[in-house]
Structures are given as structure tokens and as C-alpha cells.
């Protein structure tokens, strides 16, 4: 029998679109905590600071509350010193005044560094996939577990520091194996985007969404005690048990059970605080399921 002839297929360049994803400029952390997450720089002006009303919170105690100032005004970006205790750095000078940043200028705030992409730049696509890549649950489009862990050592840390108040919300998608065993596995998958996409739409700026485990996500919440904590929990039990979820024109009824946990004490570990919720979110669901319990 004869060799089967193949042929290589060839693609024309002709054929793939010229059309330029337009991007805004950037810094990303290559120093720091979040070492590699991207700040987009949006027309108009983002502060960097110690305070979580910052818009780039870099927090260590070299940086003043509010540091540093960009603006970005029709992809011209400056940097202004915002009379900071420290200064701010631009590829290790102090500057004075309004500072024009060059692509690849490196801007140090405290003890973070952080490099500066010009607008429509290829390397922010590319830092903005690679971090994406490593933090984010590829199904859900949340963060990832591994981003979680990074994220509660973070908040632990400026508890000690600061004594700020701090919560987690754990919360399980009730009979998800149900849903599977009556629908399928792609309506299962379907579910997880949308509880992870409505619940994601609700929550502030600075709090953490991750998925935990397979059908579990956990809320990390700075900044908020106990009572706070459930009170949002109990908005996002709501928000989904009223929330129509459908697959391919069936409709599928979704809700969830919760468990909340404050931080006892300044120097508690994460062990015990994820514990305590754990229990909480046990208790949520051999009592009934679609409550919450803190």
C-alpha cells in the first residue's frame, strides 16, 4: 500500500486581521508582593499608597498613606511624588516635581518595584497573560487557590501590623453532584462560572473571590468584622437563590451554604481561622443548606 501523500497547511498572511487590540499603559510589580500582577493605567489618575483607599496599595511602612500619583492623560503617563516621607524613585533617582515615564522606566514606591509599559505595548499583553495563567482558575475566571494563599498571608500580615479586622467566607454550591448526575458535566461547569461571575459582580475592589475546591469558593474580606461578614454572606445567598440559572433552555435551581469566620486575635494563624469557617460552613449544610453560619 502506498504512502498516504500529506500536504502542509500554509497560513496567509493576508488572512490574519491587522487590527490592533488597543491596551492601556501598565506598571507591574518585579519587586514586591503580587510580584507580576499588572496594573492598567485607565485615562485619568491612580495613587499608589499604604491605604487601602489607594489605588495600588503597596503596603510596608516606608510608603506614606498616599505616595505617589499617576496620570494618564491621552497615553502620556506622569508620575508625581505626593510629598511621601521616603520619595519616590524613577530608575533610582528621586524625582521632584511632574516626572514623563518612558516605557520601561522602573518606579520604586517603599520597598516595591514596578516597571512601566507604554500604552499598545506587546509585553503587556504578555504580562497580562502570564499573570492570568498563574492566578486564575482557568473554568471560573476567579483566583486561583494558590492566589488565595498568597492573599490571606498578605491580609494576616497587615493585621499584625495594622490591627485591622478580617473575615472569610467559605461557601459550597449545594447537591452540586446532583446537578452533574441530572444534567451533566457541562451544565455542572456552566453552573460554577455563573455562581463564580455573579457572586464576583457584588464584591468590593479589595476583597479576594477564589475557588477553593471543586464546587467551593472562599471570600476573603479585609477590613471586616463578624457582623459585616454576615451580613454579605447573606446578601450573596440571596443574590443566588434568586438568580435563574439555566443550561441549554433547562432551568436549574442553584443555591448555596455558607460559613463565616472572623480573625480571633491579631497574631492568629491562617489554620485556625479557615478551620472555624470550615466548621461554620459544616454546620450551614447538615442543618439544611442554603443558610449561612457564623
Do not use: W
Request: aromatic share 6%.
Amino acid at each position: 500500500m502506498p504512502p498516504r501523500k500529506t500536504t502542509t497547511a500554509v497560513t496567509a498572511i493576508s488572512k490574519i486581521s491587522s487590527k490592533t487590540v488597543q491596551r492601556d499603559a501598565g506598571v507591574v510589580v518585579i519587586h514586591g508582593d503580587e510580584l507580576g500582577r499588572k496594573y492598567d493605567l485607565s485615562e485619568g489618575t491612580t495613587t499608589f499608597g499604604r491605604s487601602s483607599k489607594a489605588d495600588i496599595q503597596v503596603d510596608n511602612e516606608a510608603v506614606s498613606r498616599l505616595h505617589a500619583r499617576l496620570d494618564n492623560h491621552g497615553g502620556q503617563v506622569t508620575l508625581t511624588d505626593l510629598g511621601s516621607t521616603n520619595g519616590t524613585f524613577v530608575n533610582d533617582e528621586t524625582i521632584a516635581g511632574v516626572h514623563k515615564l518612558r516605557h520601561g522606566d522602573l518606579i520604586k514606591v517603599g520597598r516595591s518595584v514596578f516597571k512601566f509599559l507604554a500604552s499598545n505595548n506587546l509585553e503587556a499583553a504578555y504580562h497580562d497573560e502570564v499573570y492570568r495563567l498563574t492566578t486564575v482558575d482557568g473554568l471560573t475566571q476567579v483566583f486561583n487557590r494558590r492566589y488565595f494563599d498568597e492573599a490571606l498571608d498578605r491580609e494576616l500580615s497587615r493585621v499584625r501590623r495594622y490591627g485591622r479586622g478580617l473575615s472569610l467566607v467559605l461557601i459550597d454550591i449545594d447537591k452540586f453532584k446532583r446537578i452533574n448526575d441530572e444534567h451533566g458535566h457541562l451544565a455542572g461547569d456552566a453552573v460554577l462560572k455563573e455562581v463564580a461571575s455573579t457572586l464576583k459582580a457584588k464584591i468590593r475592589r479589595e476583597d479576594v473571590l477564589a475557588r477553593y475546591g471543586g464546587e467551593e469558593f472562599a471570600l476573603l474580606l479585609p477590613e471586616i468584622e463578624l457582623k459585616g461578614a454576615l451580613a454579605m454572606a447573606e446578601k450573596a445567598r440571596k443574590l443566588i437563590e434568586h438568580h435563574s440559572f439555566a443550561f441549554d433552555g433547562v432551568s436549574i435551581p442553584v443555591t448555596i451554604s455558607l460559613g463565616v469566620s472572623a480573625l480571633a486575635e491579631k497574631g492568629e494563624g491562617p489554620k485556625p481561622f479557615i478551620q472555624r469557617a470550615d466548621e461554620r460552613l459544616y454546620e450551614a449544610k447538615t442543618s439544611g443548606r442554603n443558610r449561612v453560619c457564623g
